[in-house]
Structure formats: C-alpha cells, structure tokens
C-alpha cells in the first residue's frame, strides 16, 4: 500500500523547524533544536518524544455532556481495518512533520477488535504491517506498546483484577498477543496501565485476591517476554483513581510496595504521568524523586492537568516551571534510558481542527525544551546541588558516617546524645532555593 493518498495537513507543508525564541510562526519550534547538545547530548536524545495514537489518533474529543466534536477529514467513520490501515499513513504523515522519534499505541487504538478474539488478532496483524512499513519508511520507533484492558464490557470489574477468571484469561491472552506484536515492531517497551485494576466499593471486593492475582498476571507476563526474547522494559504506570474509585497501582509508593512484594521490582520500571501524579495528591517531581530513588524512573507519560478541575484532563503541558522540575529530576536520575517524553495527552474539545495538533505538540515540546535547559542552567551553576550536599554534610563524618555504615545502635546512639549538646540546626533556606530556582526560569 501507497503512503496516505492526500496529505492529511495541507497547512504543515514541510517539518516544523527550529527558528528560535523570536519567531512568531506558530508551526515553529522556538525552543526544541533536536540538534543541539546539552550536558554532552542532543535535545532529540533527551527528550525521546513520543506521539500517543489514542489521542492524537483516535479521540473524538467527546465528554460526559457531548459527543465528539474532532475533524479528522482522512477518517470514513468506519471500524473497517482499510480504514486503520490509512490512518497509520496519516499518523506517520504527522509524526513525520512534526518531528517526534518515537510513538506509542494500545493494540485497540491501532486496530479494531474483532467479534472474536483470534479476528482481533488477525486484524492486529493487518495493521501491524503497515505500522511496519511506516516505521521503516521514516525511521520513527516504537516507545512502548499497550493493552487495552479496560474499555471493552468484559472488563468492567477490571482485567488481571477482576473477579470473572475468564476476564483475566482473556486480559492474558491479549497482552500476550500484544506483547508478541510490540516486540515484531522492535518496541522499546511494554507499558501495563492497570485501566480497571481497583474497585469501585469495598462491599464486594476482596482486596488481598485480587492483588494476589495482579502479582500473578505480572509474573506471567515477565515469564512470556523471557520466553519469546523481548528486550523491551516493562513499565507500570501509577494512577490513583479514575475510572475507578481507586486503583491498585495509586502512586509510585504504591507501585514500588506491590512490585517488591511480589518479587518484580527487577522486571519494571514505572512510568510516571503528570495529571496521575496531581490526581494522587503529588506533584510530578514527588513522584519522579521517588521514583528515581528507587532506581524504578522509567519513563513520563508528559501531559499536565488543570488546577481547578479535579480529574484527569490529559492536557499538554505548557508549565515552564513543571517541565524544568520534570528535567531536574530526570537529569539527576542519569535520563531516559529505554523511556522518552511521551505526551499522553489531547486537544481541547473546542480545538477540533486538524492544525491543532500541531500546535498542542509543538507547545509540549517547546515547553519540555525550555525545562531541559533551565535544569542544565541550574545544574551547571551547582549552587542548588551544593545547598543539598551540604544540608546533609553531618552524614559525611563523626556519628552520622557511623549510622550509615551501621557501625552503630541504639545503645551507642544514646551514649553519644548523652554525652553531647542540644542537636543545633540550620535554616532549610526554603524560600532563597525558591528565588535561586526563579534566576532561571
Ligand atoms: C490513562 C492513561 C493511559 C495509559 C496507557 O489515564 O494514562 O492512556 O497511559 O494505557
Ligand atoms: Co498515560
């Protein structure tokens, strides 16, 4: 099959390019330079960006109160694989144009499921092959791949969670199947986003089984890629609520406890979105510190949320001061490894037309851009990290270097406070690291 016959956005007739800050062109880059190197790398290297094809794709930008109000002139409205087939050409038309080196899909946004589950496959297949070629064709890879264990009925008391076995003997099958297809397309990963893996009351829910049986989903899924030779990393990706009232893997706290318990910390990272982390009640830097603490920093699912709506909005982030914590963090934590900056997130319901997804990526990448180089600016002039260093400097000797090599207890603790003066403090200086941060924002 031929690239997409009409171009699918006659207004971007050409890459969008990098024109720097005072460029007024709104289908330019003014601050993402893919070439240029900081700290040692190129801004393409750091950023790994990533187009999700569930809403750049195939949202219809509807809501609770009304339906879909997207113009996708290249769509005919069907759930035709013919159909899906073309919308690959034109996702890669776009990618191709705005200048993103990875992407990311759940098998049912690429494909339509069929009426049984080996048809679903078949049509997986089909369209697996033009994403093939496309990939092939312009170079643009897979970040990760996904299941989409959560929008059919048969998992509405969740998937690897619920309380029907047959639901999790199907989830399998899928991921399975999934799992199978990401690694053909030479994926960089596998993300497990436990859509329905929670409850929606406690009143019919057993809680220690059905995480026994989350556990379980996980180990086999570990076991399968061993299996088959997939080198990708598994993610899973915290949300604490939305569409149920709560899930399982609610934080990177959370998430940390569940995979140590169940012995597979060493098979997964996480992957950490925004308006999850708000919706926890965290920030997106919390939750990357904790995160990278745990050597567990994946990959980000980079979108942002709205302060003064309470659910998950999935909007591109714009926040200069968000994306330069998120780059602080990261930079700290070595970087994107097999993960990247993935912009898990949609248009407006009002910002219906096709151009509007490029501005929406454009602005992400822009902003993202911004932050890795006010956190190599911040980086580079040391004074955040030497405040740091020095606040826990009484670690570094004396009694403090004892407790760390555990040369001591309780016993010899107290004989030291005994013997020594009242513990003398410092400022923690909150508000002159908040004004040091401002210098370069
Ligand atoms: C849902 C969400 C998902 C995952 C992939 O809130 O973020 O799209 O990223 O399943
Ligand atoms: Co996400």
Request: hydrophobic share 35%; net charge positive; with cysteine.
């Amino acid at each position: 099959m031929a690239k997409a016959t009409k171009a699918a956005f006659p207004q971007v007739k050409k890459p969008i390019q990098y024109e720097g800050p005072d460029s007024k062109n709104p289908l330019a880059f003014k601050h993402y330079n893919a070439e240029e190197v900081i700290e040692g790398k190129t801004m393409k290297d750091h950023l790994r960006f990533s187009v999700v094809y569930w809403h750049t794709f195939r949202n219809p930008l509807s809501d609770p109160f009304g339906v879909g109000t997207a113009i996708r002139p290249w769509d005919d409205g069907t759930d035709s694989v013919k159909n899906a087939q073309n919308r690959v050409r034109v996702a890669f038309e776009f990618m191709e144009k705005l200048g993103n080196p990875y992407y990311a899909f759940h098998d049912r946004d690429v494909a339509p499921e069929g009426k049984t589950l080996a048809q679903s496959n078949k049509n997986l297949d089909a369209v697996a092959k033009v994403l093939k070629e496309e990939q092939q064709r312009t170079g643009i890879k897979l970040l990760w791949g996904t299941s989409c264990l959560f929008a059919n009925p048969r998992y509405m008391h969740g998937a690897a969670t619920s309380c029907n076995a047959d639901a999790f003997a199907y989830a399998a099958a899928q991921v399975k199947k999934c799992m199978e297809v990401t690694k053909a397309l030479g994926g960089g990963g596998f993300t497990f986003w436990g859509g329905r893996e929670g409850y929606s009351t406690l009143w019919n829910t057993d809680i220690g089984r059905e995480l026994d049986h989350l556990g379980l989903f996980l180990s086999m899924a570990a076991d399968y890629k061993k299996k088959i030779g997939f080198k990708g990393q598994f993610y899973i990706e915290p949300k604490p609520k939305e569409p149920t009232k709560h899930q399982y893997d609610s934080d990177a706290a959370a998430c940390l406890n569940f995979l140590r318990a169940y012995g597979l910390k060493k098979d997964f990272k996480l992957n950490l979105e925004t308006n999850h982390a708000t919706l926890a009640g965290h920030t997106m830097q919390h939750e990357m510190e904790v995160a990278g603490a745990a050597d567990a920093l994946g990959s980000i699912d980079a979108n942002t949320g709205d302060e003064l709506l309470g659910w998950d909005t999935d909007q591109f982030p714009t926040s200069v001061y968000l994306t330069a914590q998120c780059m602080l963090s990261l930079l700290k934590y070595g970087g994107f490894k097999t993960g990247g900056g993935n912009f898990d997130a949609k248009v407006r319901r009002e910002s219906f037309e096709p151009v509007d997804l490029f501005h929406a990526h454009i602005g992400g990448m822009d902003a993202f851009a911004r932050g890795l180089k006010i956190a190599a600016a911040i980086r580079k002039d040391g004074r955040l990290a030497e405040f740091v260093k020095n606040r826990y400097s009484s670690w570094d000797s004396g009694i403090g270097a004892k407790i760390e090599a555990k040369k001591v207890g309780f016993s010899q603790l107290e004989k030291y406070a005994l013997t020594s003066k009242e513990p003398k403090n410092v400022s923690g200086r909150q508000e002159f690291l908040e004004n040091l941060i401002n210098e370069f924002i």
